[in-house]
């Protein structure tokens, strides 16, 4: 997983790296802009062939810029490059300035000239912007953002801090991919900040990976080593019992797909066995549809009530379609009330809104229960949010007060652990904005838990490998197309990659 890191943490990796290889700060700046040209001409081939206007401000991301702009000169092309009028330009940008003839200047008051099309690639703030940028940038930031063209902004959209929120009018460049260096920076990754930044490609540099280790963070980027990481093998002498019972609660009339999608999703995850504890209206249902789940029988016709549990599970999962009739409320208070504290569990749906009228019995949770809810669920959780950076603060200090993991689930899903850590998941595409993605996260969950995995773990490699399926079904059914059963589907082949 890749660490995130405040501003001041990036300056210190990237001296930590100019001092241990012996290179200077112009190296590393050359270094940079390669990496970040070679990566925008993959994905924009056009980059040669095009109107190229690189807009430069007065430190290092503008000295990238100036060092891009010489590149596309030695490649051929023919860029207009603005650098920001300024009396105190950084040493690598001064240095990169003298390298480079036709240099337009760029003053606030004056409008820069724009082809009809092509790109402008934004390099006048980096990490180094050090606060929201005054009402003074709001007309080249329209003007920029009022380009035909393709905006590619290097390491940051300009005018966004990497580390907080941004006031709604403050100016920022509206990009169309940024080019962000070797980690995911915080703000990348807000939803707020979808329209700064729809795409975001990790530049690798070859920063000293012991410096990035040595500093300290509770946030985590996921990647796919994550997930593989804690793939639980099968072995040779396994028998179904080996990888667990898996319980999953919920249904109602009319909402018996919800532990359906489940129940498909969770034995899609590999656990040995599995109960599903539905009204007597989903009984058949469920077992035509699913014919490798076992049924449990609920004295409820249209509702449960009973919640009435046999024997012991290996991890149970509640609240997917279950209404919140009284008779169900009522059992699935005396449920949480007989629960044993070491029991692995899932609250999804109603069993949070549930909980979000009955603030008290929260504490009948076990330890370490993963809380998975969409946002009005959340909300009525947490409480009411203004900001993602507020939307995380109190999601934290939720799962921190009482010792649980709150999924807040999006593009970028974040973990949210009771130690504090927030892992940000890096699959996933807006497809999943479909009915039951979330009942089928749920079922991944529950699956991966039966088999003994620690909540951490089982959220993470559950959160990373449901946006993982729904990329693979993405890729060949398209995100309109793409339905919950799809992300089932796919799972087989989302484990087989995984494996690899
Ligand atoms: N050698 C290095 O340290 C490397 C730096 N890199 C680039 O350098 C960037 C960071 O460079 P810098 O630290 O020079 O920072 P930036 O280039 O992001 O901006 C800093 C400059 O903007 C000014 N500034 C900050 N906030 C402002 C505001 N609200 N209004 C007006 N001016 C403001 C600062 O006084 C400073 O002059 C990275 O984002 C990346 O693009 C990369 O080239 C990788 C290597
Ligand atoms: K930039």
Same mark, same amino acid.
């Given at each position: 997983m890749k660490k995130i890191l405040t501003p001041n943490q990036l300056h210190l990796v990237d001296q930590q790296t100019i001092n241990k290889e012996g290179i200077n700060s112009l190296d590393l700046t050359k270094r940079a802009s390669s990496a970040a040209l070679i990566a925008m001409l993959e994905d924009f081939t056009d980059l040669l062939k095009d109107p190229v206007v690189l807009v430069c401000g007065k430190g290092n991301n503008g000295a990238d810029g100036l060092q891009i702009a010489k590149l596309l000169q030695q490649l051929g092309a023919k860029p207009l490059v603005y650098l920001l009028q300024s009396a105190e330009y950084s040493p690598d940008n001064l240095a990169s300035q003298k390298s480079l003839a036709d240099i337009l200047p760029l003053n606030l008051t004056e409008e820069i000239i724009l082809p009809e099309h092509g790109f402008i690639i934004d390099c006048l703030f980096g990490f180094g912007l050090k606060k929201e940028l005054g009402s003074s940038w709001k007309?080249?930031?329209?003007?920029?953002? &009022?380009? @035909?063209?393709?905006?590619?902004?290097?390491?940051?959209? &300009?005018?966004?801090?990497?580390?907080?929120?941004?006031?709604?009018?403050?100016?920022?460049? =509206?990009?169309?991919?940024?080019?962000?260096?070797?980690?995911?920076?915080?703000?990348?990754?807000?939803?707020? %900040?979808?329209?700064?930044?729809?795409?975001?490609?990790? #530049?690798?540099?070859?920063?000293?990976?012991?410096?990035?280790?040595?500093?300290?963070?509770?946030?985590?980027?996921?990647?796919?080593?994550? +997930? @593989?990481?804690?793939?639980?093998?099968?072995?040779?002498?396994?028998?179904?019992?080996?990888? +667990? =019972?898996?319980?999953?609660?919920?249904?109602?009339?009319?909402?018996?797909?919800?532990?359906?999608? *489940?129940?498909?999703?969770?034995?899609?995850?590999? *656990? +040995?066995?599995?109960? #599903?504890? #539905?009204?007597? *209206?989903?009984?058949?249902?469920?077992?035509?549809? =699913?014919?490798?789940?076992?049924?449990? &029988?609920?004295?409820?016709?249209?509702?449960?009530?009973?919640?009435?549990?046999?024997?012991?599970? @290996?991890?149970?999962?509640v609240g997917i379609g279950m209404g919140q009739d009284e008779e169900t409320i009522r059992g699935f208070d005396?449920?949480?009330?007989?629960?044993?504290?070491?029991?692995?569990? #899932?609250?999804?749906?109603?069993?949070? %809104?549930i909980l979000a009228k009955n603030p008290t019995w929260i504490s009948n949770l076990p330890k370490e229960t993963i809380l998975s809810p969409h946002p009005k669920e959340l909300s009525r959780l947490i409480g009411e949010w203004h900001s993602d950076e507020e939307k995380l603060l109190k999601a934290k200090e939720f799962a921190q007060r009482h010792q649980h993991i709150v999924l807040i689930k999006g593009a970028h899903t974040a973990i949210v652990c009771p130690d504090g850590s927030v892992y940000f998941n890096s699959t996933g595409n807006p497809g999943m904005a479909t009915a039951g993605s979330g009942d089928t996260l749920t079922g991944i969950l529950v699956g991966l838990l039966a088999q003994g995995m620690s909540s951490t773990d089982a959220a993470i490699l559950g959160v990373y490998i449901h946006g993982y399926a729904a990329d693979l079904a993405a890729n060949e059914l398209s995100e309109i197309a793409l339905i919950a059963s799809d992300i089932i589907r796919y799972l087989p082949k989302a484990w087989l990659e995984l494996q690899r």
């Open positions: 007309p080249l930031i329209d003007r920029i953002n &009022s380009f @035909q063209g393709t905006v590619l902004s290097i390491d940051m959209p &300009s005018g966004l801090p990497s580390d907080t929120s941004l006031s709604v009018n403050s100016p920022c460049v =509206h990009a169309d991919k940024v080019y962000t260096f070797e980690l995911p920076k915080w703000s990348l990754l807000m939803p707020e %900040n979808a329209k700064y930044v729809p795409a975001f490609r990790i #530049v690798s540099i070859d920063l000293e990976q012991e410096a990035i280790q040595s500093l300290e963070t509770q946030n985590y980027y996921l990647g796919k080593e994550d +997930g @593989q990481e804690r793939i639980i093998p099968r072995s040779k002498f396994s028998h179904k019992g080996t990888y +667990g =019972h898996a319980l999953i609660i919920g249904g109602s009339l009319g909402k018996i797909g919800a532990p359906l999608l *489940c129940s498909k999703a969770a034995m899609r995850s590999g *656990c +040995g066995l599995l109960d #599903v504890l #539905v009204p007597q *209206c989903g009984q058949s249902i469920i077992h035509t549809a =699913h014919p490798e789940a076992m049924l449990l &029988s609920d004295s409820g016709e249209e509702v449960l009530r009973d919640f009435n549990l046999p024997k012991t599970y @290996q991890a149970i999962a005396l449920f949480l009330q007989s629960l044993e504290q070491n029991q692995a569990l #899932v609250l999804d749906a109603d069993a949070l %809104n």
